[in-house]
């Protein structure tokens, strides 16, 4: 494993967090969950039917898993308060108990509310279920974080070579939206800049420092897209006076320190930022596949930033050690919360 998750797995066991895996019979999240409690780092709870659960268990040789708990997404009676929970988040939303009863059904929504009922921390899923199931269920049952407008995924892009040396604090940038908002506006844009920044301090544990990124440095285009990334970059640092930040600015100017000093002198983020933004969701969800595959860094996330209690997602690709290290960081942003 990376230094950086060395360093999270550390402070996950000190400070011990309890996650949800709602795909319970998926081999990847069994075998990442075996160790997982192997090691100490978190606690688990599978939702899932016990004896199909223990036939994968038997079936991949594991020994850690029979201390995870296990709820029984079909145990209605038991089941009764959260289908109550739901009903009272969503019935402004025209929704009746018997919606809300059928709901619970759904291990994606019975595990968040699990969570807003106070009995986890976190929850890790997608090695099944598509994107956006996973953020709807997150999104319906435990909201955005108290200031924060909405939510917005992050990818910590660990640099690999020369690379690494040249760019980002000790190899590590952190890019986003690379995973939520097709189309944010200038508000949702600047909400991105000032999570992504918190994420990057708290998470990635690099001193951000922001650019806003565009196919224009500081007017030297326009366009709709190019103002709406200069109103972004206003309105973040109105939101956060003290974040180091700067933007429109190209790829280029805001990474390289020569481009940087030619287009924007006098700015300090142009040519040194870490902290990468981009103008909406197919340029930062390219972006950073891109930069994975060319270059051989490493892309943990999407970091799902801006939820009320952390929710993550995984790739349907994924492998044991992924989930294993998305669990880490969930355990991680639920400390950072409390
Ligand atoms: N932040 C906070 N809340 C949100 C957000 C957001 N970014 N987007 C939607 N919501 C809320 C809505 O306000 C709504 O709340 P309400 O029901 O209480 O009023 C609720 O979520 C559900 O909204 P919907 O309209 O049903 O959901 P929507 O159609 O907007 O879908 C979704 C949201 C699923 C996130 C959608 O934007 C999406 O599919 N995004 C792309 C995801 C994706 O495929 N990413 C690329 C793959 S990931 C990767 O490659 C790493």
Same mark, same amino acid.
């Given at each position: 494993m990376e230094p950086l998750f060395e360093k999270l797995k550390s402070n996950a066991?000190?400070?011990?967090?309890?996650?949800?895996?709602?795909?319970?019979t998926e081999p990847r999240t069994l075998t990442a969950a075996d160790k997982i409690i192997g090691d100490k780092v978190a606690d688990i709870v599978l939702i899932g039917h016990a004896d199909e659960i223990d036939a994968k268990v038997k079936e991949l040789g594991l020994t850690h898993i029979g201390e995870a708990r296990i709820i029984n997404p079909d145990d209605e009676e038991a089941n009764e308060k959260y289908a109550q929970l739901f009903y009272e988040l969503r019935?402004?939303?025209?929704?009746?108990?018997e919606d809300a009863r059928k709901k619970i059904h759904d291990p994606l929504y019975l595990g968040c509310l699990l969570i807003k009922n106070g009995e986890a921390d976190?929850?890790?899923?997608?090695?099944?279920? @598509? @994107?956006g199931n996973v953020l709807r269920a997150a999104f319906q049952v435990l909201k955005t974080a108290p200031g924060v407008s909405v939510v917005s995924g992050a990818f910590i892009m660990i640099l690999k070579g020369e690379a690494a040396k040249l760019y980002g604090q000790d190899g590590i940038m952190v890019f986003a939206d690379c995973a939520v908002m097709p189309d944010p506006d200038e508000k949702q844009l600047a909400q991105v800049a000032v999570s992504t920044a918190k994420t990057a301090r708290e998470i990635a544990g690099?001193?951000?420092?922001?650019?806003?990124?565009?196919f224009s440095t500081k007017g030297s285009a326009s366009s709709d897209s190019v103002t709406k990334v200069a109103n972004a970059t206003?309105?973040?640092?109105?939101?956060d006076? @003290?974040?180091?930040?700067?933007?429109?600015?190209?790829?280029?100017?805001?990474?390289v320190p020569s481009v940087g000093a030619s287009k924007a002198p006098g700015s300090t983020v142009a040519?040194?930022?870490?902290v990468l933004v981009f103008p909406d969701l197919g340029v930062g969800n390219i972006a950073y596949k891109l930069v994975q595959r060319l270059s051989g860094a490493t892309a943990?996330?999407?970091?799902l930033q801006g939820l009320a209690a952390p929710v993550n997602d995984l790739s349907r690709g994924c492998s044991w050690e992924d989930i294993y290290k998305t669990i880490v960081i969930t355990c991680n942003q639920a400390i950072n919360r409390k």
């Open positions: 066991v000190a400070h011990r967090q309890c996650i949800i895996l709602p795909e319970s019935k402004s939303k025209g929704i009746t108990i976190g929850q890790v899923a997608g090695a099944l279920n @598509t @994107t690099i001193d951000p420092v922001v650019a806003m990124l565009s206003a309105i973040a640092k109105e939101m006076p @003290t974040m180091k930040i700067d933007g429109e600015l190209q790829a280029d100017a805001a990474i040519g040194h930022a870490n943990a996330g999407p970091v």
